[in-house]
């Protein structure tokens, strides 16, 4: 499970900017998940007691916003949301594209911390 991985490397760098701020507890850590991330949001939230047992962010919430997949049209139609997660064709032409502009995201957004 990957996501494990992933929401560590997240961890480690809300615990940097926790730090670096002087705080003394994390209490949310939020991050933005684009539905072409290959990642399950569910598993990173399922994962996030055991990743920040004994850390500052221990007790704290996991948060996530989903972002979905936004694609340009290649015969210039407007950017559309593809209904088939497989084939991203224009709803308008039926036109595939191949130009994904948003839904890859994988982002820390958000830190909340407690002042010590």
Do not use: Y
């Not at 990957?2 to 997240?10: K, P, T, W």
């Not at 209490?27 to 055991?50: C, H, N, Q, W, Y």
């Not at 996991?62 to 709803?91: H, L, T």
């Amino acid at each position: 499970m990957h996501e494990v991985g992933l929401l560590n490397q997240a961890l480690e760098m809300a615990l940097e900017a926790a730090a670096a701020e002087g705080a003394a507890k994390i209490t949310k850590i939020k991050l933005r998940i684009g539905a072409l991330a290959g990642v399950v949001p569910e598993a990173m939230a399922f994962a996030f007691d055991v990743v920040t047992k004994g850390t500052m962010a221990e007790g704290g919430e996991f948060a996530w916003e989903e972002v979905p997949v936004i694609c340009r049209c290649s015969q210039g139609c407007p950017d559309f949301q593809p209904e088939d997660s497989a084939i991203f064709a224009c709803p308008q032409c039926g036109q595939p594209s191949w130009q994904v502009l948003q839904g890859r995201e994988l982002n820390l957004i958000e830190v909340e911390v407690e002042e010590s």
